[in-house]
């Protein structure tokens, strides 16, 4: 079957799936960047447990498998007695795990301005909290935003395995229509497309919008 | 911690000095910066702190904005006990509140201006009393324009800093300090990091704050004939201590000790 009346025949599914992954990627994004973010102000708290707390989260979510991570949620907390619904299993397995690695974004962005910054900000007398918040906070983010491109990109590409555990995203449309018309090179090559489409017309466009943003609120343009 | 028992939970005095170091330590491990300063600053005195590096010229004004901790000693702000607090009848290591409460007092202005590069002049000057006073942003505003129109700076209040040269970035810096109506000044070698062109654009700027203003001073510098002009006192720093203070025309005419004569005469084979 030509490609094109295979896309013809099954966009409808392809689209659906497509529209299930950009959801997941959302919901995943959302709280992968909460968690960064408190992970990785909790692993510069002068305090140890609260250390001791973000250095162990980061250490588990970025020391094993998403997969198994997935998994753990999906079929294994249920034994516990926390059923998770899967849609919701899919995003908070994959948000968690790229908070891990967001947290240490978010602490080299901190610890990348400069000491004078905080200085200043002590000497007009601003409590921690306003230091962080008005002061270091947006110019480490500003930092931080080149390597969140690639890590938003990762996660759009992590959120394919949250089909393993049947939420119809793209991946699992695309095995389901391979699975009854083995029209494998169509329905994989179409997934292919739209994944990097997603990735290279959507997310990087979005991130470099955003540096561009951040730079001029800097007056750095 | 050291013992503090010795020292007196306020300053008295009429008036009281401003600004009291009273056997002042501060070390890194094995290396002291400082040792067992004394040094009293009046209200409204202009002081001038000059001396080779790593003397402990800039390490006397970051204790005294309590951006370093001191190792021994107690340093009194307005008769009033910075580093330390009354408890009981006796002084023990200051809280983080009572730091905040007695910072209040105290502005200072950096070498590398610091500015918030995220904020326009104008915002940098209102951050402090908005955020921290809790002024409305109105009053903040008439405040902080007056403060950039005094420096000559009001023509370039929207601008980023990194849109300024660093003679206009460290006067921006010196209205940020002074919204925040302190009664004593910090200038840690405020000029160093300039181009030498615009160094008078900052000099007359501090020049204007001891002619029409009640403030005292403290000032680490290597401005030796701007030192002369506007300082009250001079106090050459060697080793972790005063080696030699006094009026300018006397230090810098006179020179007593031969350390102060050495440091003075190579100054001048510099320039």
Same mark, same amino acid.
């Given at each position: 079957?030509?490609?094109?009346?295979?896309?013809?025949?099954?966009?409808?599914?392809?689209?659906?799936?497509?529209?299930?992954?950009?959801?997941?990627?959302?919901?995943?994004?959302?709280?992968?960047?909460?968690?960064?973010?408190?992970?990785?102000?909790?692993?510069?708290?002068?305090?140890?447990?609260?250390?001791?707390?973000?250095?162990?989260?980061?250490?588990?979510?970025?020391?094993?498998?998403?997969?198994?991570?997935?998994?753990?949620?999906?079929?294994?907390?249920?034994?516990?007695?926390?059923?998770?619904?899967?849609?919701?299993?899919?995003?908070?397995?994959?948000?968690?795990?790229?908070?891990?690695?967001?947290?240490?974004?978010?602490?080299?962005?901190?610890?990348?301005?400069?000491?004078?910054?905080?200085?200043?900000?002590?000497?007009?007398?601003?409590?921690?909290?306003?230091?962080?918040?008005?002061?270091?906070?947006?110019?480490?983010?500003?930092?931080?935003?080149?390597?969140?491109?690639?890590?938003?990109?990762?996660?759009?590409?992590?959120?394919?395995?949250?089909?393993?555990?049947?939420?119809?995203?793209?991946?699992?449309?695309?095995?389901?229509?391979?699975?009854?018309?083995?029209?494998?090179?169509?329905?994989?090559?179409?997934?292919?497309?739209?994944?990097?489409?997603?990735?290279?017309?959507?997310?990087?466009?979005?991130?470099?919008?955003?540096?561009?943003?951040?730079?001029?609120?800097?007056?750095?343009? | 911690?050291?013992?503090?028992?010795?020292?007196?939970?306020?300053?008295?005095?009429?008036?009281? =000095?401003?600004?009291?170091?009273?056997?002042?330590?501060?070390?890194?491990?094995?290396? #002291?910066?400082?040792?067992?300063?004394?040094?009293?600053?009046?209200?409204?005195?202009?002081?001038?702190?000059?001396?080779?590096?790593?003397?402990?010229?800039?390490?006397?004004?970051?204790?005294?904005?309590?951006?370093?901790?001191?190792?021994?000693?107690?340093?009194?702000?307005?008769?009033? =006990?910075? #580093?330390?607090?009354?408890?009981?009848?006796?002084?023990?290591?200051?809280?983080?509140?009572?730091?905040?409460?007695?910072?209040?007092?105290?502005?200072?202005?950096?070498?590398?201006?610091?500015?918030?590069?995220?904020?326009?002049?104008?915002?940098?000057?209102?951050?402090?009393?908005?955020?921290?006073?809790?002024?409305?942003?109105?009053?903040?505003?008439?405040?902080?324009?007056?403060?950039?129109?005094?420096?000559?700076?009001?023509?370039?209040?929207?601008?980023?800093?990194?849109?300024?040269?660093?003679?206009?970035?460290?006067?921006?810096?010196?209205?940020?300090?002074?919204?925040?109506?302190?009664?004593?000044?910090?200038?840690?070698?405020? #000029?160093?990091?300039?181009? =030498?062109? $615009?160094?008078?654009?900052?000099?007359?700027?501090?020049?204007?704050? $001891?002619?029409?203003?009640?403030?005292?001073?403290?000032? $680490?510098?290597?401005?030796?004939?701007?030192?002369?002009?506007?300082?009250?006192?001079?106090?050459?720093?060697?080793?972790?201590?005063?080696?030699?203070?006094?009026? =300018?025309?006397?230090?810098?005419?006179?020179?007593?000790?031969?350390? #102060?004569?050495?440091?003075?005469?190579? $100054?001048?084979?510099?320039?």
């Amino acid at each position: 079957m030509a490609f094109f009346d295979f896309l013809q025949q099954y966009w409808p599914r392809l689209l659906s799936g497509t529209g299930i992954t950009l959801a997941q990627f959302l919901l995943a994004a959302v709280l992968g960047i909460a968690i960064s973010l408190a992970m990785g102000l909790m692993k510069l708290s002068h305090n140890a447990v609260v250390r001791g707390a973000a250095v162990t989260y980061i250490e588990v979510f970025r020391g094993t498998s998403l997969v198994v991570q997935l998994y753990w949620i999906f079929f294994v907390l249920p034994l516990f007695g926390l059923s998770i619904e899967k849609f919701t299993a899919g995003y908070l397995a994959v948000g968690m795990n790229i908070g891990a690695y967001g947290a240490e974004l978010v602490r080299g962005g901190i610890l990348s301005v400069p000491k004078g910054q905080w200085e200043a900000a002590l000497a007009i007398n601003m409590s921690p909290a306003q230091r962080m918040r008005r002061i270091i906070l947006p110019q480490a983010l500003v930092n931080m935003l080149p390597p969140w491109g690639n890590l938003m990109i990762e996660l759009l590409k992590g959120t394919a395995l949250v089909s393993l555990i049947s939420v119809a995203d793209l991946m699992f449309e695309a095995k389901q229509i391979n699975a009854t018309t083995f029209l494998s090179a169509q329905v994989f090559g179409a997934a292919l497309v739209i994944y990097y489409v997603l990735a290279r017309f959507m997310v990087t466009p979005f991130m470099r919008w955003l540096e561009h943003y951040m730079a001029r609120k800097l007056g750095r343009v | 911690m050291h013992d503090v028992s010795a020292f007196p939970l306020q300053i008295a005095g009429d008036p009281a =000095p401003m600004v009291s170091f009273r056997k002042v330590t501060k070390s890194y491990g094995a290396l #002291t910066v400082l040792d067992e300063l004394d040094l009293d600053v009046k209200a409204g005195e202009m002081v001038s702190i000059i001396g080779p590096s790593g003397s402990g010229k800039t390490t006397v004004l970051r204790m005294l904005m309590t951006l370093e901790e001191i190792n021994g000693g107690v340093i009194y702000v307005d008769g009033q =006990p910075l #580093t330390h607090m009354q408890k009981n009848g006796t002084l023990v290591p200051a809280s983080q509140k009572h730091l905040r409460n007695r910072r209040a007092d105290i502005g200072m202005c950096f070498q590398h201006f610091n500015l918030f590069p995220h904020m326009t002049a104008l915002e940098n000057c209102m951050e402090g009393p908005v955020q921290v006073l809790g002024l409305p942003k109105k009053e903040a505003r008439e405040r902080s324009e007056e403060l950039l129109e005094m420096v000559g700076m009001i023509g370039k209040k929207d601008q980023h800093p990194s849109r300024l040269s660093g003679g206009q970035q460290q006067r921006v810096a010196i209205a940020r300090a002074l919204a925040m109506r302190p009664k004593v000044m910090l200038f840690d070698e405020v #000029t160093s990091a300039l181009d =030498p062109e $615009v160094i008078g654009e900052v000099t007359n700027v501090i020049r204007k704050l $001891v002619s029409e203003h009640n403030l005292t001073m403290l000032m $680490v510098t290597h401005q030796m004939g701007f030192a002369r002009d506007i300082s009250d006192r001079i106090c050459f720093f060697y080793g972790g201590k005063i080696e030699e203070q006094g009026p =300018p025309a006397e230090l810098f005419g006179n020179p007593k000790k031969e350390r #102060t004569q050495q440091f003075l005469s190579a $100054v001048k084979e510099a320039v």
